[in-house]
C-alpha cells in the first residue's frame, strides 16, 4: 500500500518538476529569442525563400522585403496583393507582401503577434487601437511621410497625440443622414438638406419626423388616438453607438472630452442633455424604434429593413450594404446631419501604421505613401465603402466626378454636397480615438452605463451622474 | 500463519506489479491533464498578477488586479449577479422541462420517435443560427412576439432590450436547447425497474405517488449527473451574450465569461481577464463543491451505501 502510494506520489511530483522545468525553459528561450527571431519576421509566410536570399542575391542589388497587414477576406487580400504587384514592378528596392487576416480576428492576431515579436513591418490598425499601441511604444512616428508632397491626406484624418502624429486614416468616413425617399414622397414631406448651410435644427428634424411617424390607423404622434404601441412606421433613427453619440454631445456645445483629450466632459449639461434628446426621440417624441445599442447594424435595421424613413449613420454603408439594397429597388437619400447648437458630424477612418518592430520604417513609409494615393484603393472607393484621404479628391470637380460618378452612389449633386463637401467643412471633427487615449474602455462603459436610459428607466443626467468617477477612471486607463 | 503471510506478500507483489501496469497505463491522461489544465491554470494565475496588455512586456503587479476587480470595477458585481441569476433560472427550468419532456417521450405514444427528434433538435443547431432567429422573436419594435402581443391588443415587452427582462428571455432559450439533458433522463427513466411500478400499482398508488416515491429516487443519480452538467454549463454562459446583447442592456446579461472575454479580447487587458477568470474559476468551484457536498443525502443509490 505504501509503496503504492509513494511510486505515484514520485510519479506526480517527476512530472510536475519537468513541467515546470519545461515551462522555465520555453519562456527563457522565447525572452532571449525575441530580437533575433523578429529579424526574418516579414517575411514568415515565404520563410522558405527568405533564407534563400543572402545566398543568390549577392550580384544582385537586394530587394527589402516588406509585409503588410490588411483586414478582409483571401479574395481582398489577392486583390491587394495585386496592387502591391505593381508597386513591386515599378522599383527595385522593396518588395511589398499582403497578409489578409479576417476582420473578427484581426487585432487578436495583432497583438499575439506582437507578443511575440513577430508583426509585420506595417499594417492596418482599428482606430480605437492607435494611441493605445502607440503608447506601450509599438508605433513609428510618420510625421515625415508626406514632407514635401503635394497632396496631403485631410488634416482631420491625422492620428495626433502629444504633439506627435501618429498615423494616417487609410480612408475618410463621416456621419450622414440617410433617407427614404419613397417614404418622404408618399407622406408629401420636403426631402432632408444635403446642403450644409440649409441643415435642419434638432426641432426640424424631430418635427419632420413626427410627419412620418405613422401607426397602424394611419395616426402621426401627438395625434388624438395616436397608439404609440402599434407604429408601422418610424420617422427617425439616431444611432446611439457610443462613439456616434459625441456628436450630439458637441453639437449640443458639450463633448465627450476636451479639445485636447486631457478631460472628461461628458458629465457636462450640454453633454447629458444631447443625450437624453436622442434617447426621448423612443421615449417621448415617439418617433424612434428602441435600440439600446446590442448591434451595430443600424441602416439594416433601419432604412435597408424599411421600417425608419431617416437614419444617421457612418458614409461606408453606401457601399456595404445600401448598394444592394439599392439594386433591389431601395430609393434612398444622403443628407447632412440635423444640429442642436453647433453644426456637427464626425470623421473618422482606420490606420495605416508603420509598426516599431520593423526593421525598414523608411521602406514601409514609401510604400503606404504610395499605397495611400486613393488609384490604388480604387475598388474600396468606387463602391462607396470607403472616402479618399487625400485632400485633392474633394477640391478638383474632375476628380470628384470620377469618384462619386457611378451607380453605386445616390445622384452626383446629393452625395456631392452632403458627403464630399460635408467631410471638408467645419461641421467635421475627428472622432476622439484621433486624439485620446482608452476610448474602448470608456465607450464600453458608457455603453454599459446608457443601457436603462434607452428604455426610460432612468435618465441620462442620473445615470452619467452615478457613473462619472468610473468613466474618468476609464478615460485614464484605470479601469 | 506462516502461509497466510506468504500468500498475502504473493498479493502484494501481485499488486504491485499491477499498480505499475496502472501508472504506466496512467501517465499519458496524467500528461494530458498536467499540460492541457494545470500548466494553463497555473499560468492563468502567473499572468493575473501581472498588468500584462499583449504589447508591452508584462509587470508583475502583485494582488493588484484583485483589489481593482474587489473595489473600483464598474462591471464585475453586476456580472457575478446576472450570471447565477442566469445560472439557476436556467438551470431549475431545463430540468424540470426537460424531466417532464423525458417523461411524456418514454410514454407508448404515437410517432415517439419523431417527437423525440423534435426536442432534441435545438441542441445540434448551429448556435449563430438559433441566436438570429431568437433575436427576431425577441426583436422590441417589429419582433414576432410583439407583433402578437399588439395583434391581441396588448402593449410591447422589450424583451431582451429591457434589463428586467433580458436574463428570464435569454434564460428560455437555454431551457429550449436542452435536449441534451431529455436523452440523458429518457435512458434513465428506461431504467427505472418496471416492477417496482407494477408493485406500486397493485398497492394501489397513483402517477404522482409513484413518480414521487419511484421514479424520482431511482433517477436520482442521473438527476444529480445532469444537475452538475447543466450548472456548470449555465454558469459559464456567453454565447447568448455575445450573439445577442453584447452584454447589456447595461450590465444586465454581461456574464462573467463574456466579461472575461470583453477585458482579454476586445479591450486586450490579459492580466486583468486573467484575474477575472481566476474569480470565475472559484466560483464555479464552490457551486459544484456545494453540490456534490449536498448530493450524498438526497441521492439514493440502489446497491446500498457502497461510497
Known sequence: ??????????????????????????????????????????????????????????????????????????????????????????????????????????????????????????????????????????????????????????????????????????????????????????????????????????????????????????????????????????????????WQLETWALSNGGGFYSADGTEVRIGEDASVEAIQKVADLYLKDHVAPLSVGQTDDGIQRTIIAGTVAMATNGAWNVGTSLNTAKEEGLNYGVAVLPYMKDKVTLNTGGANVVFSQTKHPAESMEWLKWYNSEENNWGLISSGIWMPTLEKWYTDETLTHKWVDNPNFPPYEEYKSAVVDYARSSAARPAAWFYTNHTTDFNTLLGSVLGDVWTGKTTAKDAIAKNLEALKAAHAGNN | METISKSSRRRARIYSAEARVAYICLIPAFLGLIFLTYVPLLSVLGISLTSWTGLAKPEFIGFDNYVKLFTTDPYIKDSIIATIYFALLSVAGSMIYSLFIAMLLNRKIPARGFFRAVFYVPYVLPAAAIYVGWSWLYEANFGFFNYLLSEIGLSKVLFIADSSYVVPSLSLISVWLAGNLIVIFLAGLQNVPSVYHEAAEMDGANGWQRFLHITLPCMSPIIFYNLLMSLIANLQVVTPALALTNGGPGNSSRFMTYLMYDQAFVNYKLGYACATTFIIFAILAAFTAVLFKTSNRWIFNEGGDDK
Open chain 1, 1 to 242: 500500500m505504501k509503496a503504492r502510494k509513494s511510486i505515484g506520489v514520485g510519479l506526480l511530483s517527476v512530472l510536475l518538476v519537468s513541467s515546470v522545468v519545461g515551462c522555465g525553459n520555453n519562456e527563457k528561450n522565447s525572452a532571449s529569442s525575441t530580437p533575433s527571431s523578429s529579424a526574418p519576421s516579414s517575411s514568415a509566410s515565404s520563410g522558405g525563400e527568405a533564407s534563400k536570399t543572402p545566398e543568390k542575391t549577392d550580384t544582385k542589388k537586394e530587394k527589402v522585403k516588406i509585409t503588410y497587414s490588411m483586414w478582409g477576406s483571401a479574395e481582398e487580400g489577392n486583390v491587394t496583393q495585386a496592387v502591391a504587384d505593381k508597386f513591386n514592378a515599378s522599383q527595385d528596392r522593396i518588395e511589398v507582401e499582403v497578409v489578409a487576416i479576417p476582420w473578427e480576428s484581426y487585432m487578436t492576431k495583432l497583438n499575439t503577434q506582437a507578443t511575440g515579436g513577430q508583426l509585420p513591418d506595417t499594417g492596418m490598425l482599428k482606430e480605437d487601437g492607435v494611441i493605445q499601441w502607440s503608447s506601450e511604444g509599438m508605433l513609428n512616428d510618420v510625421s515625415a511621410m508626406y514632407e514635401g508632397s503635394d497632396s496631403k491626406p485631410l488634416d482631420s484624418l491625422a492620428y495626433k497625440y502629444q504633439g506627435k502624429t501618429l498615423a494616417y486614416a487609410a480612408a475618410n468616413e463621416v456621419l450622414l443622414l440617410y433617407y427614404n425617399k419613397d417614404m418622404f414622397d408618399k407622406a408629401g414631406v420636403a426631402y432632408p438638406p444635403s446642403a450644409l448651410d440649409k441643415a435642419w435644427t434638432w426641432d426640424e428634424f424631430v418635427a419632420t419626423a413626427k410627419k412620418l411617424t405613422v401607426d397602424k390607423k394611419g395616426k402621426h404622434p401627438g395625434e388624438d388616438g395616436f397608439d404609440k404601441d402599434s407604429i408601422v412606421q418610424y420617422g427617425a433613427s439616431v444611432e446611439n453607438l457610443p
